[in-house]
């Protein structure tokens, strides 16, 4: 009898700690508030690379966005609700983004989605956002399929047909290039698309891709593919790639006597390229999105406030960043609720709004249409060249 009783107490004792357990997941699993009723905050989601190989860009894309958190808090919000950023690294891992957004998503109920800067993040997570009516803003991806997603999916960046041809501009009449050789990520639709639009706008303004050669994100040893691409003499090599492959194959050229300008485009952008390839990388070139020695008003307001919290110079990732959070809060106020729908109609009209990293027009696709700049690697700093208009 004792023993039963032993039992029964340990079994109600369970019963009640299962039954508490429930509760509490039960409790944690709803979303506070359905889309745009109720709720203390506005609970916007992030999925950045904070770890892994490109771990600066998530570093710097939530820089900018936190910033702009906290610039539309001090503010007031918007529909008289604070924001609440809730943001999950995806370790620069494919895989992750699909993960960590459904978590988002169902778990935390966001109403909206800010990420990813690489564009193969990027395109893991659009379907899912698009499949539950979440708008997504990506700061900075640039291959042209992350949009194509769905109506849900914007970004607050240009494209990289534009950046492809204009590199291709860039090679053809400045440094005067006419036989490059091309170097590609096989591994990031980053890479291949970017590859692919400068080498049509290349050889469309006359110029010849004389050797192409392919790598995997990841490789550290690149001297197969450079030794090939030596023999075939080019004036200048094209490395359509993310910073850390960037710096490793500037750095293996120079070690094989490889001495013509190398050249890519945003991907190489990061406080690590320098680091990395070092004074192999003197006299290279690359295209992104803004430069912190914009002397416009808007660059310099945001550069003083992003050095005050963070001690460092933003780049285009952070200025991004700040942009996309700064546009998603425009939309919910215009469309004067959080509703996926609604806030997806605001998105899509938004014109001219002035953001850190220029004027930003949607166009029919949900791109923006924006400059791109310049950039030389010179004393082991990233040295402003040109801005080159769409
Ligand atoms: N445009 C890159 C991509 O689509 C990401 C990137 C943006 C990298 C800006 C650096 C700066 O993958």
């Not at 639009?197 to 790598?215: D, L, T, V």
């Not at 609604?342 to 400059?371: E, Q």
Request: with cysteine; aromatic share 8%; net charge neutral.
């Amino acid at each position: 009898m004792q023993t039963f009783q032993a039992i029964m107490k340990i079994w109600r004792g369970q019963f009640l700690a299962a039954a508490v357990i429930a509760l509490f997941l039960t409790g944690c699993n709803k979303p506070s508030s359905a889309p745009g009723v109720g709720g203390d905050t506005i609970k916007v989601g992030e999925f950045a690379s904070m770890t892994g190989s490109e771990a600066t860009f998530g570093q710097s894309s939530h820089k900018g966005t936190a910033l702009a958190i906290d610039d539309l808090n001090a503010a007031g919000g918007v529909l008289g609700k604070k924001f609440e950023l809730l943001m999950e690294d995806d370790q620069s891992q494919a895989g992750q983004p699909a993960t960590v957004v459904r978590k988002l998503i169902s778990r935390d109920g966001v109403v909206a989605i800010l990420g990813e800067v690489a564009s193969s993040r990027s395109l893991e997570a659009a379907p899912i956002c698009q499949q539950n009516k979440i708008p997504m803003i990506s700061p900075s991806s640039t291959n042209p399929k992350v949009t194509e997603a769905g109506d849900y999916i914007f970004r607050v960046c240009f494209i990289d047909p534009f950046q492809g041809t204009v590199m291709a501009n860039f090679a053809l009449h400045t440094l005067h290039l006419k036989n490059v050789a091309v170097l590609t990520d096989v591994k990031s639709d980053y890479s291949l698309g970017l590859a692919k639009f400068f080498k049509e706008g290349f050889i469309a303004g006359g110029g010849k891709i004389i050797a192409e050669q392919n790598y995997s994100g990841g490789d550290k040893d690149f001297n197969a593919q450079l030794t090939s691409l030596k023999s075939s003499k080019p004036d200048g090599i094209f490395v359509p790639g993310y910073y850390t492959e960037a710096g490793l194959i500037a750095l293996q050229a120079k070690q094989l006597g490889i001495n013509v300008p190398l050249f890519g485009g945003d991907g190489w952008e990061s406080s690590s390229l320098v680091p990395i390839g070092g004074a192999a990388l003197e006299g290279d070139y690359f295209s992104t999105h803004y430069s912190p020695e914009d002397t416009s008003p808007a660059v310099q307001d945001f550069v003083k406030k992003f050095k005050a919290k963070y001690k460092e110079t933003p780049d285009a990732m952070a200025a991004l960043g700040y942009d996309s959070a700064m546009i998603l809060a425009a939309a919910m106020k215009s469309a004067g609720t959080t509703d996926g729908a609604k806030v997806r109609d605001a998105l899509a009209a938004v014109k001219d709004f002035s953001g850190v990293t220029g004027k930003i027009t949607m166009d029919a696709n949900r791109n923006a249409s924006k400059p791109a700049v310049i950039l030389t690697i010179k004393n082991g700093e990233f040295k402003y060249v040109e801005t080159i208009s769409p």
